[in-house]
């Protein structure tokens, strides 16, 4: 292999890494609600709903391809073992799963459980289309709503191009939910982007903010704040950003940048579904191309 093919396949190495690490890390610097800066580990043996709910899309796309009955059957069995950090809106549509075996028609709000489940997708980039239909699909599973599937959609999208090592998911984004009969709200917040780096939007505090202002804010600040690691610490101190997110949110910035950087005592204090996340990213590494 030459040098420069080598140094790309570490890059993406790298990304894979920082995307898997960086949904743990980052939601262990959003879990104490008050703020300060605090990594706050799970309880041992515990996984977060944002870690659990990714983890089981992430070993049906290890087999080979998603079956979502079973898919549904792995968040039920966490949801009755741990649910650790299962908001209202994921109960509901947990406890509907277990007891109908069914995705539940109507919730009482929009999900962001949604936004975190489906971002393990975004390593299926080589297949576009399953990667899109996918992605819907498995976030109409816990929101039957079609805006936040595509919210959630837009979240993927960007995701996996950072991945590539692309930093301009814009177009990518408009361009599927047009295709995808995106309501005019959705496409015109992420159209307005990159217009005013200055317009940031408000950061979606509490425990069960609205999916789309979540994913609006996440794509805002994934484009328009180039130091990943200050934003992180910046979002740490405030507070109020639910871990569900704070996952979202790591997981973008480093599929993006990597995690190199990243403090030591933010890894090592993250738990050991670190351990888990970078093995994961490993055998990833040394599966045989697609392509």
């Known amino acids: 292999m030459e040098p420069a093919d080598r140094l790309s396949v570490d890059a993406l190495a790298a990304r894979r890494e ?11 610097l959003t879990a104490s609600p008050t703020g300060g800066g605090v990594v706050v580990a799970p309880p041992a043996g515990r996984q977060r709903a944002a870690i659990a709910l990714a983890d089981a899309l992430l070993v049906e796309l290890a087999g080979g391809g998603v079956d979502l009955r079973r898919l549904a059957g792995r968040w039920v069995e966490w949801h009755q073992a741990d649910g650790l950090e299962a908001d209202p809106l994921l109960d509901l549509a947990l406890h509907h799963l277990g007891d109908f075996d069914a995705p539940i028609a109507d919730l009482p709000g929009g999900s962001i459980a949604a ?12 297949s576009p289309r399953a990667m899109i239909a996918g992605s819907f699909h498995v ?17 993927v999208l960007a995701a996996a191009a950072f991945l590539e090592g692309r930093r301009d998911f814009i177009p990518d984004v408009v361009a599927t939910l047009r295709a995808n009969d995106a309501s005019a709200s959705l496409l015109d917040a992420i159209r307005n982007i990159p217009r005013d780096p200055q317009a940031e939007p408000p950061m979606p505090r509490g425990g069960a903010p609205d999916p789309v202002a979540a994913a609006n ?8 704040r180039p130091r990943g690691v200050s934003l992180l610490r910046d979002v740490s101190l405030v507070g109020g950003l639910a871990p ?20 030591v005592a933010w890894i090592d204090g993250a ?21």
């Open 217 to 224: 804010w996440l794509l805002w600040v994934a484009h328009h």
């Open 115 to 126: 936004l975190a489940a489906v971002l393990p997708a975004a390593l299926a980039s080589a």
């Open 139 to 155: 976030a109409r599973m816990l929101d039957p709503s079609d805006t936040t599937a595509l919210a959630a959609l837009g979240v």
């Open 18 to 28: 920082g995307f898997l690490v960086g949904a743990v890390v980052g939601a262990a």
């Open 244 to 263: 569900t997110l704070g996952a979202v949110l790591g997981a973008l910035l480093g599929a993006r940048d990597g995690i190199d950087d990243w403090p």
């Open 271 to 291: 738990g050991e579904d670190v351990v888990l996340r970078r093995a994961i990213a490993r055998r990833l590494g040394a599966a045989p191309s697609s392509g």
